[in-house]
Structures are given as structure tokens and as C-alpha cells.
């Protein structure tokens, strides 16, 4: 149709729906190509203009896939007759430029080339979106337009147009796809051999930024709140700067909230999507239009993220973000094994370190309990009851539980190899204390002296003999302390020794010093008190 003279109303192109559409084809800034060539030379001579264009109308720009008779690639908007073909349902017919509102005082109408006769066919999508259209132009003023055959020969060519982007959009989309999986291939060797977090994340950096085409990519943890995140490596095309670093979600909008919920944030157009326009001047400074955020989540927590950034608005596929999201579970399942692997070699390590204490304790245990041993059979006996005691607190120790490493735990098993203990004679009072590894082989030990010295001569030696052992938190001078007490009752008379046994020296030398403890030992004739007074952080210690 020739279009009336009106109103020179400036065109919308920052639909965002049509850009996406656009951007979805991934064909701007391309290389030329035969087929889209082929159309505008068809055109030109079908029409016969001296000029025909393959335009495509971006949000500040032209740009031209197949040109002939036009020397530049791009123009801006100011310079566009085919941005006002984005509304019309037919084609756009102007007869005469300098004569139209909208084109008077075009840059190309009033200077070079003086173009002055324009016809355009939209370029419309399956979604009724129009990118641009297949126009010819002359340098001539044409009163009569285009014949009906002219014009059904243009309507036909820019559908054909359509078709070669549609399938050009499918071989770029089987291509990427193709891309994809071979960086995940390739991706999952580095991945397999890299030996630290560092390596691991700006392989996986790299790799997602080649792939999707982007301007930058990267990997950051962030803190407890959620609020901050650091970034630790990134990868970035050559001019771009590194965002390594910490950075305030805040201050990029309101995208924070989402990602620390889990979701991934997804932006074609930073200026565009509510969640970024009232910060889009801080993305720009750093060059980024549009984003990707993958959050990686642990225990219910987003604990890190990958990120992908583009220099342009562009619509992010389906399949770029399940990619995006697939390279962010094999990364966290790389750190994840890594940090395996460094609690292994650290259990390893923590473990020769307990065997080598252990059995230097065995050693000294045994050779304190055989020197000068009268009876044999009675040395044999108390050895292998100390033995056992050391094996019931080194299960305490590897159970894994919280319950299990207890005060009351600790002391509960030293006592299980003396048959009274399961009588009711012995009564525990005290509140939870946990016990580190350094101190609970110690106390167990300790315990299981005082049951043995209360079962051949003290309370628990007689038919009616009790044993108490209580504790109790106590402020001390300059920190927490534990004051732990065995008392027997209902015992035969005590009287003082007048020597001191290697039970008694192990309890008050050995024993308590491994725990900074100090042990005060009475004999009431009613009954045996012991009392150890020790630090609350050393006996939670595990070094």
C-alpha cells in the first residue's frame, strides 16, 4: 500500500518482546551469506531499484544481513526509513520521501545517498513479531509505487527471508547444542584432573563464556547472609575487566533475594527487567546488558553461584541455561569431592597422629604395670582391664555423634567392665560437657583407676558401698571450668595409704596433665573423695 502523508512520530524499537524475538536468531553482526545475498539481488531486479536491503531494526540501530547498492552495514535509527515498517500489517510504500512527514529530514533523504522513493515488506515471525523488512529504495521519486506483481514479488521474497532465518536459527541451534555437549566433555576431564578449587573454577569459567558466546563468566561464594558475594575467578573476551572481588547484591538492584532463595535470574535486557533498570547505569559501567546467575545450593543454603554476562541484550535459550545450570552441579560436585579429599588426608593425618599417642600410652601403661609385678596373674588382669578401658573410650571417640562423646558418655563406658556398674551403685550427676579426643582417653582411664582401687578396697568392695560422681560448670579467675568429683560411701573404714600406688600416680601425673587438670585426693574414714578440677576448653579440645 503507498502510505498517506502524516505525522512524523518517531517508531518504537525497544519493544523487548520484539528484541528478544530478534536476538533469539542470533543473526546481527553475522558474516554475509549466499542465500540472503541472492534475495536482495531478486529484489532489486524484480523492482528495479538500484538499491535492496535485508534490514534488520535493533533497539539503536540498523543493521543489514544482505545489502546491494549500499555501501555502509549499519546506520543509526535517525537514518531508518524501515523502522516505521515494524507496525504496518502490509508493506510500506512511500513514494516520495522528502514529501512524508516522517522521512523529510532524514540524513539519507536530505544529504547522500538523496534517496527518494522507499517500498518495504515486514519481516514477520511465526510470533507476529516483525524484525525489520526487505525493502528497495531509489533515487528517484516513483508517484505509482510498485506494480501488483512488484509488490506480491516482494511479499513473497521477505517470507523467504523468513524461512532462510528460521533455519539458519535451527543449524545455529543444532551447532550450539553440538558445542555444548563437547565442552561438557571436555569440561568433565579438567574437572576430573584439576587439584584445586581455583584451577576447577576458571576452567569451568572459561569454558561456559566460549560457549555461550559471552563477555564474561565466573564463579562466586557467597557469605552467610547472603547479602555479599566473592568473587573468586572469572573469565573474561579481551577488553573486558574482572569483577574478582567482593561485591554488595545491593548495589545491582534487586536481584539479590531471588538467588538466595535458589532461583535462577535470567535478564535479556539489564535495562529493561525491573529487577536491574534502576541500577542499569552500574552494569553499564562494567560493560554488561544482559545476565545469567546459577545459584549452587547446600543444605537449603545458596552458598555460590556461576554467573554469565553479555555485552549486548540478548533472549538466553532454554538450552544455554540448562547448560549453564549443568556446569554449575558438575563444579560443585568437583569442589565438593575435592573438600572429600582434603577431610580424608586430614582424618588420615589425625589418625596416625591418635595411634602413634595411643600406642605410646599402651607402651607406658604396660611397662608401669608389669615393673615390679608380685603377682602375675593380677598384673596381667588390671593391664588388659586398662586396655579395655582405652578401647571404650576410643569407640566414644569414633561413634560420630554429639550424645556420644559426652562427659557422662565417657565416664559411663569406663565404668561398664565393673559389674556394680550395672547394680545401681554408681549414680552420675552432672549437665552436658563434651569431650574432645585429647582428654576423653585420659578421663576414661582415670575413672576406670578409681573403679578398680573402689572395687578391691574401697566402697564398692562391700555389699551396701556407693560411688557418686558429679560435676559441674564453674567460673574460674579468667575462664570456664569443670569440677568433677567421685565420692564413695557405705564403705569399709579408709584409712591414708602409705604408699602411692602407679593407679595413683597415673590419675594425679599422667592423666589429669593431659588436660591441664589438677587432682585432689582425700580419705575420710567414710569414704574415698577424688576431685579434678580441669579447664572447660581443654577437655573440648581435639588437639
Request: with cysteine.
Amino acid at each position: 500500500m503507498i502510505h498517506p502523508i502524516g505525522n512524523s512520530i518517531k517508531p518504537d524499537t525497544s519493544d523487548p518482546q520484539r528484541l528478544a524475538e530478534l536476538h533469539a536468531y542470533g543473526v546481527l553482526d553475522t558474516v554475509p551469506e549466499e542465500g540472503f545475498d541472492d534475495v536482495v539481488e531478486i529484489a532489486r531486479l524484480i523492482c528495479e531499484a538500484p538499491v535492496a536491503l535485508v534490514s534488520l531494526v535493533a533497539k539503536d540501530r540498523q543493521w543489514f544481513k544482505a545489502r546491494v547498492g549500499f555501501a555502509p552495514c549499519e546506520t543509526d535509527l535517525n537514518s531508518s526509513v524501515c523502522a516505521y515498517a515494524l507496525s504496518e500489517p502490509d508493506l510500506l510504500i512511500i513514494p516520495d520521501l522528502t514529501a512524508d512527514a516522517r522521512t523529510c529530514v532524514n540524513p539519507l533523504v536530505t544529504g547522500d545517498p538523496h534517496i527518494r522513493f522507499y517500498a518495504g515488506a515486514p519481516l514477520r515471525a511465526s510470533s507476529g513479531q516483525v524484525l525489520g523488512s526487505l525493502c528497495v529504495i531509489d533515487t528517484k521519486p516513483r508517484p505509482e509505487g510498485l506494480t501488483d506483481r512488484q509488490a506480491e514479488a516482494l511479499r513473497r521474497l521477505a517470507r523467504q527471508v523468513m524461512v532462510l532465518l528460521r533455519e539458519r536459527r535451527q543449524l545455529t541451534s543444532i551447532q550450539a547444542a553440538a558445542a555444548r555437549r563437547l565442552a561438557l566433555a571436555e569440561l568433565g576431564d579438567h574437572l576430573r584432573d584439576a587439584c584445586n578449587v581455583a584451577a576447577m573454577t576458571a576452567e569451568a569459567a572459561q569454558v561456559v563464556g566460549q560457549t555461550l558466546n559471552a563477555s564474561r563468566a565466573g564463579y562466586g561464594e557467597l557469605d552467610p547472609s547472603g547479602e555479599y558475594i566473592t568473587i573468586l575467578h572469572d573469565w573474561t573476551t579481551l577488553g573486558e575487566t574482572s569483577l574478582t572481588g567482593r561485591h554488595c547484591f545491593a548495589d545491582y538492584g534487586t536481584i539479590g533475594p531471588g538467588l538466595a532463595q535458589g532461583d535462577t535470574l535470567v535478564v535479556g535486557d539489564v535495562a529493561a527487567d525491573p529487577r536491574t533498570a534502576d541500577t542499569a547505569a552500574v552494569f553499564e559501567e562494567i560493560h554488561v546488558s544482559a545476565m545469567l546467575n546459577v545459584p549452587i545450593r547446600e543444605r537449603g543454603r545458596t552458598v555460590s553461584l556461576f554467573f554469565v554476562h553479555a555485552a549486548t541484550a540478548r533472549a538466553w535459550t532454554a538450552e544455554e541455561i540448562a547448560f549453564t545450570r549443568n556446569v554449575a552441579d558438575r563444579v560443585q560436585a568437583g569442589i565438593g569431592r575435592l573438600r572429600a579429599e582434603e577431610q580424608q588426608a586430614l582424618l588420615n593425618r589425625e589418625l596416625s597422629h591418635r595411634m602413634k599417642n595411643t600406642l605410646a600410652m599402651v607402651q607406658a601403661i604396660a611397662t608401669q604395670t608389669m615393673r615390679n609385678a608380685v603377682d602375675l596373674d593380677a598384673a596381667r588382669d588390671a593391664l588388659a582391664n586398662r586396655l579395655i578401658a582405652m578401647g571404650r573410650a576410643h569407640d566414644l571417640l569414633l561413634t560420630g555423634e554429639r550424645e556420644s562423646d559426652s562427659l557422662a558418655a565417657v565416664i559411663r563406658g569406663a565404668l561398664t567392665i565393673h559389674d556394680d556398674a550395672q547394680s545401681g551403685r554408681l549414680h552420675l550427676d552432672g549437665p552436658f560437657v563434651h569431650v574432645g579426643s585429647k582428654a576423653a582417653l585420659s578421663l576414661s582411664l582415670m575413672i576406670h583407676e578409681l573403679a578398680t582401687n573402689a572395687v578391691k578396697y574401697g566402697a564398692l568392695s562391700a555389699p551396701e558401698g556407693r560411688v557418686r560422681v558429679t560435676w559441674a560448670l564453674e567460673q574460674g579467675v579468667a575462664e570456664l571450668m569443670v569440677r568433677l568429683c567421685w565420692i564413695e560411701e557405705n564403705g569399709p573404714l579408709v584409712t591414708a595409704p602409705t604408699r602411692r600406688g602407679f593407679g595413683s600416680r597415673l590419675i594425679e601425673r599422667g592423666l589429669a596433665g593431659a588436660f591441664d587438670g589438677e587432682v585432689q585426693t582425700s580419705y575420710p574414714p567414710e569414704g574415698v573423695r577424688c576431685m579434678v578440677t580441669a579447664p572447660l576448653r581443654t577437655l573440648e579440645a581435639d588437639e
